[in-house]
């Protein structure tokens, strides 16, 4: 339990906005960020509805170094219109990762750090969005061959649709306490499944199951570390410092395969039964 002096010290991830984050992890005096608010990249959709643009369309893309390593952030601004990622947005992500992706194959790596809190796809936008996050996927696939590629989950928004597996893709995944991760938010589940399969007002139920807490548990998450900037920047500092190798998370298929089928997609989710299907089975058939 933290004490409440170092409680009030903490300078919390969570609040700051997309810019913030980025400029908190890299190196003073070496963020450039690319294609900023002054290129006045909107949303071509939005307008057309009658919704309000943005000028760098809820994403943040810098260059820079952390702990003298080149990186490339990608931080999604969850303050707008929910982090939903549409065309615009989702290319200048997936671009930023291609052009990583060149350096590396090049000779000169370029460490990817996603920040992402996104709902998925933006709706306006639907298969604009939906292309670009496929081409996201791609590219950090590809990448991991030769770098690490770092995600953190931070935010109450959390991280849903598209970009969950964007976030499952990812070599070394951070999250807070607060944060959720889930390929459908708790308003789809309801409304596809019913309230009594999943209540989207029950928040204790919602934090049990899809919170970063638990997603640690059961090892959709690499590292859970506190809402806490200098924390996290740390945690960050380390994953790509760590090299291109990829977590069992990633790699062992079988395994994944194998804890799905020891689901009961009859029962009704509940957290402690989750994290007991979701431990990884040892040599000798006992769970670890």
Not at 231 to 248: F, H, Q, S, T
Not at 262 to 277: K, L
């Amino acid at each position: 339990m933290m004490d409440t002096a170092t409680l009030i010290a903490r300078e919390s991830f969570v609040e700051r906005g997309a810019r913030e984050r980025v400029a908190g992890l890299l190196d003073a005096g070496t963020m450039r960020e690319l294609l900023d608010p002054f290129e006045r990249l909107r949303s071509p959709w939005l307008a057309e509805q009658d919704i309000v643009t943005q000028a760098d369309d809820g994403v943040v893309i810098a260059r820079g170094a952390i702990a003298g390593t080149a990186v490339v952030c990608c931080a999604v601004e969850p303050a707008f219109q929910g982090g939903a990622i549409g065309e615009v947005g989702g290319a200048k992500i997936a671009g930023a990762l291609e052009l990583a992706l060149e350096d590396a194959e090049a000779g000169r790596p370029v460490v990817p750090v996603l920040l992402l809190e996104t709902g998925g796809v933006r709706l306006q936008e639907a298969n604009c969005g939906l292309a670009a996050i496929a081409e996201i996927h791609a590219a950090i696939a590809a990448l991991r061959a030769h770098v690490p590629v770092v995600g953190v989950v931070a935010g109450p928004v959390g991280c849903f649709g598209g970009m969950s597996i964007a976030a499952g893709l990812c070599s070394q995944l951070i999250a807070t306490r607060e944060a959720r991760l889930g390929l459908n938010g708790p308003q789809v589940i309801e409304q596809e499944a019913g309230v009594d399969e999943f209540d989207s007002r029950d928040r204790p139920m919602i934090w049990s199951l899809t919170g970063g807490e638990q997603r640690r548990a059961t090892g959709l998450v690499d590292t859970l570390c506190a809402d806490d900037a200098q924390a996290i920047a740390a945690e960050v500092a380390a994953a790509v410092a760590a090299g291109p190798e990829d977590p069992a998370r990633v790699a062992d298929v079988d395994a994944a395969l194998a804890r799905l089928a020891r689901i009961d997609g009859d029962r009704r989710a509940e957290a402690e039964w989750v994290r007991d299907a979701f431990q990884t089975p040892t040599d000798d058939g006992s769970d670890s």
